[in-house]
C-alpha cells in the first residue's frame, strides 16, 4: 500500500514534470520559430531551456524514486532538493545586499524621478548595464515600441501626470537639459545649447529607435526597476524557499518509508 508521503511526493512531481515539458517546449518554440518571437521573448530562451531540463531532472528522480520505491533515486532527489534550498538561500540574500543602495530623487515640483549610476550597487552597474547588456536591453525597448505609450500633450502636463521613471529616463532628455518640447518624444535643443554640461543632454536624439536609451538617466532608470522587482523576487524566492523545504521534508519521510518496506520485505522473506 502507497503511503501518504509516496502519493504527495508523486503528485508534486507529476505537476513538475508537466511545468518542466511546457518550458522547454516554449523555449524550443522560439528556437525554432524565430521571425515569429520578438527580441524580448528571444531572451527568455536560454533560461528557460535551463530551467526546464533542471525540472525535468529533479521530477523524474523524484518520481522513480516516489513511485518504484527506489532509495538511491530518492536520495539523489533529497540531495538536488538540498541544493536548491541552499541556492535559495544564498540567492535571496544576494538580492536584498545588491539592491539595498539608492534612492531616486524627486524633482522640485515634478512628478518624474532621475537617477545617477552611483546611487546603485557596483555589481547592478557592472553586470545590467555593461556594453553587451544593455545593448539587447535596449534592443528589447526599441522592439516593444517602449516610448510610443506615453500621453501627449505639452511638458507641464507630463510632469503633473508623472511618468514611470523607466520612460522619464529613456523617453525624454533630463530636465536639467533645459530642452524644449514639440511632443512626447520630440524636444529640441535651445539655440544658447543645453543648459548644463552632462552627457545626456548630448545622446538624446529624437530618432525614435535612440531617444535617451544610451543616456545613463535611462540606464539608472532601468536600475531602479530591477532593484524593485528583484525586492519582489526576494519575497517571493522567500515563499518558494518554504515550499521547497517542506517538499525535502516529505521526500525524507518517503526516502525512509522506502527504506522500512524493504526491511519488512527482507523480514518477511526470511520466514518464508
Known amino acids: 500500500m502507497a503511503r501518504p508521503s509516496n502519493i504527495i511526493i508523486t503528485?508534486?512531481?507529476?505537476?513538475?514534470?508537466?511545468?518542466a515539458i511546457l518550458a522547454i517546449g516554449f523555449s524550443m518554440w522560439l528556437?525554432?520559430?524565430?521571425?515569429?518571437?520578438?527580441?524580448?521573448?528571444?531572451?527568455?530562451h536560454k533560461p528557460l531551456l535551463y530551467v526546464g531540463l533542471a525540472l525535468f531532472v529533479v521530477s523524474l528522480l523524484g518520481l522513480i524514486g516516489s513511485c518504484c520505491r527506489l532509495s538511491f533515486f530518492m536520495?539523489?532527489?533529497s540531495a538536488v532538493l538540498f541544493l536548491m534550498?541552499?541556492?535559495?538561500?544564498?540567492?535571496?540574500?544576494?538580492?536584498?545586499?545588491?539592491?539595498n543602495k539608492g534612492v531616486g530623487k524627486v524633482l522640485s515640483k515634478r512628478g518624474v524621478q532621475e537617477y545617477r549610476l552611483g546611487d546603485y550597487s557596483?555589481?547592478?552597474?557592472?553586470?545590467?548595464?555593461?556594453?553587451?547588456?544593455?545593448d539587447e536591453i535596449k534592443s528589447c525597448l526599441v522592439d516593444v515600441n517602449f516610448c510610443r505609450n506615453i500621453d501627449t500633450g505639452k511638458p507641464p502636463e507630463f510632469y503633473q501626470k508623472g511618468l514611470p521613471p523607466i520612460q522619464s529616463g529613456c523617453c525624454k532628455p533630463p530636465a536639467y537639459c533645459g530642452f524644449e518640447s514639440k511632443?512626447?518624444?520630440?524636444?529640441?535643443?535651445?539655440?544658447?545649447?543645453?543648459?548644463?554640461p552632462d552627457a545626456d543632454c548630448r545622446t538624446w536624439s529624437n530618432v525614435q529607435t535612440q531617444l535617451c536609451f544610451d543616456c545613463q538617466s535611462c540606464k539608472?532608470?532601468?536600475l531602479d526597476n530591477i532593484k524593485k522587482e528583484w525586492k519582489t523576487l526576494a519575497i517571493i524566492n522567500t515563499c518558494i524557499l518554504v515550499l521547497v523545504i517542506a517538499v525535502y521534508s516529505v521526500g525524507c519521510c518517503a526516502l525512509r518509508n522506502n527504506r522500512r518496506s524493504k526491511g519488512y520485505a527482507k523480514h518477511r522473506g526470511g520466514y518464508l
Open 122 to 134: 557596483r555589481w547592478l552597474q557592472n553586470f545590467v548595464v555593461n556594453a553587451e547588456n544593455w
Open 183 to 196: 511632443n512626447a518624444t520630440f524636444w529640441t535643443m535651445p539655440e544658447t545649447g543645453p543648459a548644463v
Open 11 to 19: 503528485i508534486l512531481n507529476v505537476l513538475t514534470l508537466a511545468m
Open 75 to 77: 536520495w539523489l532527489y
Open 85 to 99: 534550498i541552499l541556492g535559495l538561500i544564498c540567492f535571496t540574500i544576494f538580492t536584498i545586499i545588491v539592491t
Open 31 to 44: 528556437q525554432i520559430h524565430p521571425g515569429n518571437s520578438s527580441l524580448c521573448q528571444k531572451v527568455l
Open 220 to 222: 539608472t532608470a532601468f
